[in-house]
Structures are given as structure tokens and as C-alpha cells.
């Protein structure tokens, strides 16, 4: 018998009171995914010391790569500017991807730090991904979102 398959994956999709709004997204679709797997749950956000409930978080322009990049920035609903801790937050939670060697996460769709093929800007879904998801991509990690699972 093989071992488990591990797999990186966003801790509210687990049922981990992890969001911004002091919530979670448990997804029983994702739940059933993996049962022949090891998850590691995983939430960036959690690092950047802003706490739960917050005002949501959204990348002004582009996605995680221009943010990455320098040209654009986070900033939460109430206009606060959060990018240095986003950044950070994000490279923290890769050392845990990189810790247990991850070549595959499961992230939240949607979310400005995990949006596999959207996040949010001006409240409305728009194709990019989040920072979290850029970082891993940049090193080669496969991520797919929990709405890709079969």
C-alpha cells in the first residue's frame, strides 16, 4: 500500500473558522476528494496579524503576480492598505508548502490570497490569481481550486 498523497489545502474549505468574516467554506465535495489523501491545511491570511473578523481584501489591479511584482497593492473594504502583510503572510504560509515538499494544493476559489482563477476586485469576480497561489505557481507547485476537484 502506497503512501498517502500530501496535499496542500485551504483550511476554510476543512471547516476551519479561517475567513475574513470569522467563517469558514467547508465543502463536502472537497472533504470526499480526500479521503486517500493527507491534508495539510493551510490559511495565508492567518499570518498577516490582521485578525479575524476583518473588513474583506481585495488586489486593486492584476492578481497575485503583479502584486508580486510591485504594481499594485491589497487593501481591505474600509481603504486600510495591507499589502506588506499580505506579501508576508503569503511567504510564511509557502515555507509550510515547502517544509512537506507539497506538489499539489487545493485553495479557495475566489479569495485574494488563495484565487486559483479568479479573485475579487471592485467586489466582482475577475480571472487572476491570489498571492498564496502566485508564490506556489512561481516554484512549480501545482494548484488547482476546490471547483476543479472531480
Known amino acids: 500500500m502506497s503512501e498517502p498523497k500530501i496535499v ?8 476551519i473558522n479561517c475567513r ?5 467554506k467547508r465543502d463536502h465535495k472537497t472533504l470526499q476528494w480526500l479521503k486517500d489523501k493527507l491534508p495539510i491545511p493551510i490559511c495565508p491570511e492567518l499570518f498577516s496579524g490582521l485578525g479575524f473578523p476583518r473588513p474583506s481584501a ?14 499594485t497593492r491589497v487593501v481591505l473594504k474600509n481603504g486600510k492598505e495591507v499589502t506588506r ?8 504560509a509557502l515555507k509550510i508548502a515547502n517544509f512537506y515538499s507539497v506538489d499539489l494544493a ?8 488563495c484565487g486559483v482563477n479568479y479573485i475579487y476586485n471592485q467586489g466582482k469576480p475577475v ?22 476537484i472531480e
Do not use: H
Open 58 to 71: 481585495e488586489i486593486e489591479k492584476g492578481d497575485g503576480f503583479t502584486l508580486l511584482a510591485g504594481k
Open 127 to 148: 480571472r487572476g490569481v491570489g498571492i498564496f497561489t502566485a508564490l506556489l505557481l512561481k516554484q512549480g507547485i501545482k494548484v488547482i481550486s476546490e471547483q476543479e
Open 8 to 15: 496542500l489545502v485551504s483550511a476554510c474549505l476543512l471547516g
Open 106 to 113: 487545493l485553495l479557495k476559489e475566489r479569495s485574494p490570497t
Open 20 to 24: 475574513y468574516d470569522g467563517g469558514n
Open 85 to 92: 502583510e499580505f506579501i508576508q503572510a503569503s511567504k510564511e
